[in-house]
C-alpha cells in the first residue's frame, strides 16, 4: 500500500478519532476493480478482531462461508447502503478476502490508486474513499452521524481514581520525591500511596497512570517499552545496536539516545517502516555500506503491548511548584482515555505519530546503561491514538 498524501492522513485520523472506532485501510488497483477482490490485510484483520465485527481466523474456506454485512457508503451524492462480502477462498492458504459489492456503480468516482477506508465500532461499517473525500470534501461528519455519541459510562474504578486525585489536589502541593525524567510520576504515585514497582500492569486497578508536566501539546507521552524480536532481527542485542549504529561524544563514549520515525531518516541515518504483508515493523539504518534492516518488532506484539498498558489510562498533569521542603508539584488536571485504535496504531507507526526513543549508552567502567526502547507520541495526538473519556480539571 502506497504511503498516504497529507490531506488522507488528515481525514484517517479524523476518523481514527471517532468514539471507539477502528479503520481498516486498502488502495483500489485496477485487478480489484476488475475482478471485485480485495485482500484484508494485517490493519483491516486488526481492526475487524478488535471489535468482533468479523474474525477471518474462525471463518472456514470456501464459498458457502462467505458472510455479508451491511454497510453505508460514503458517496459523491451522500451516504448509500451497500453489501460488504468477507471470505477464504477455497484455494491456496485461503487468504483472507473482502469486496464492497457494487462499488464500481455505486460510487464511479472510485480509481486505481485511491485509498479506502473501513470505520467501523464491531456494529456498525462505514466505506470512505480518503482520496476522493480529499478531492471533493471530506464528509466526515456524516460518517460520525453514524456512530452512537452517548455519552461515556464512568466506571466505579475510574470515579474512585478521580475522586482520589480531587481529594489530593484539594490537599495542596506534594513534594518531589526524586529527580530526573519520572520524577512527576513518582511522585503522583506516592502521594497516592501507590508504590514503585518495575511491573508492566496498569497502576492502579486496571488504570495506567501517566504523569508529567502537560497533557497537551508536544509534550512526549511514553506509551510503552518494548525490545525488538531478537530472532528476527538481524542485530541480535541493545548492545549490538549501540555498537553497529551509534554516535561517539566527547567523553569518548558511544551513545544511541534519539528518535526513529517513519516519515524521514533522523541524524543518526535510523527509519522505521512498517510492512502490512508480514505483520511487522522495520527499523533501517544508513550506514557506510548502504541502508539495511537491523531491527524487527511483530504488529502484534506491539499492539498487544498498547492494548495491555492502556485498556484504561489517567494521563495527569502536574505543574512544578516550589516548597518549603524543595521541590513539589500541584495537580492541574486528567485526560481519561480507554480503547487503544490498534487498527490505526500501524499507520500512526508509519506517518510518524508514533515513534521509538532509544536511550542507551556505554558506561565508563564498561557495559550498557538504558531505558529501554521507548514508543512515545506527542501529547496532541492521544485522542487519535484512544477513545477520549473526558478531561477533568483538578485545579
Partial sequence: MRQQEQGEQELFGQLASIGSVEVGLFEVTATQLEKSIVDANFLIRTGFAAT?????????????????????LLTASGLREAKLSLY???????DPRLWIQKLPSLYPETKAGDLIALVQDGAICAVSNLTDRVR????????????????????????????????LAASGAFPAVSSGDNAV??????????????????????????????VSGNANKTLFAKMFDKERSPTKSYAGLLAKCGYLKDDGLKYLQCSVTGNAPNPQGLKLSVDLAEG????????????????????????????????????????KVTLSS???FQLGKVLHTSSPKLSAFSHFLADGTVFVDHTI????????????????????????LFKVEGEYSLA
Avoid: C
Fill in 52 to 72: 468482533g465485527f468479523h474474525d477471518y481466523l474462525e471463518q472456514p474456506k470456501g464459498q458457502e462461508y462467505k458472510v455479508e454485512v451491511g454497510v453505508s
Fill in 88 to 94: 477464504r477462498p477455497s484455494t491456496k492458504a485461503g
Fill in 136 to 167: 471533493t470534501g471530506n464528509g466526515v461528519e456524516e460518517v460520525k452521524e453514524l456512530f452512537d455519541r452517548a455519552a461515556p459510562v464512568v466506571s466505579g474504578i475510574a470515579s474512585e481514581l478521580l475522586l482520589k486525585l480531587e481529594n
Fill in 185 to 214: 510520576g513518582l511522585a503522583v504515585e506516592a502521594a497516592l500511596g501507590i508504590k514503585p514497582n518495575s511491573r508492566r500492569i496498569p497502576d492502579y486497578k486496571g488504570i495506567e497512570i501517566k504523569s508529567g508536566h502537560s
Fill in 280 to 319: 511487522l515493523l522495520n527499523e533501517h539504518w544508513d550506514g557506510p555500506s548502504g541502508a539495511e534492516r537491523v531491527a524487527v518488532w511483530k504488529l502484534v506484539e506491539l499492539e498487544a503491548a498498547l492494548s495491555e498498558k492502556h485498556n484504561t489510562t489517567f494521563w495527569v498533569e502536574a505543574n
Fill in 326 to 328: 524543595g521541590k513539589g
Fill in 361 to 384: 549508552r556505554q558506561k565508563p567502567e564498561g557495559g550498557t546503561r538504558d531505558h529501554g526502547m521507548l514508543f512515545r507520541t506527542k501529547a496532541l495526538n492521544l485522542p487519535r
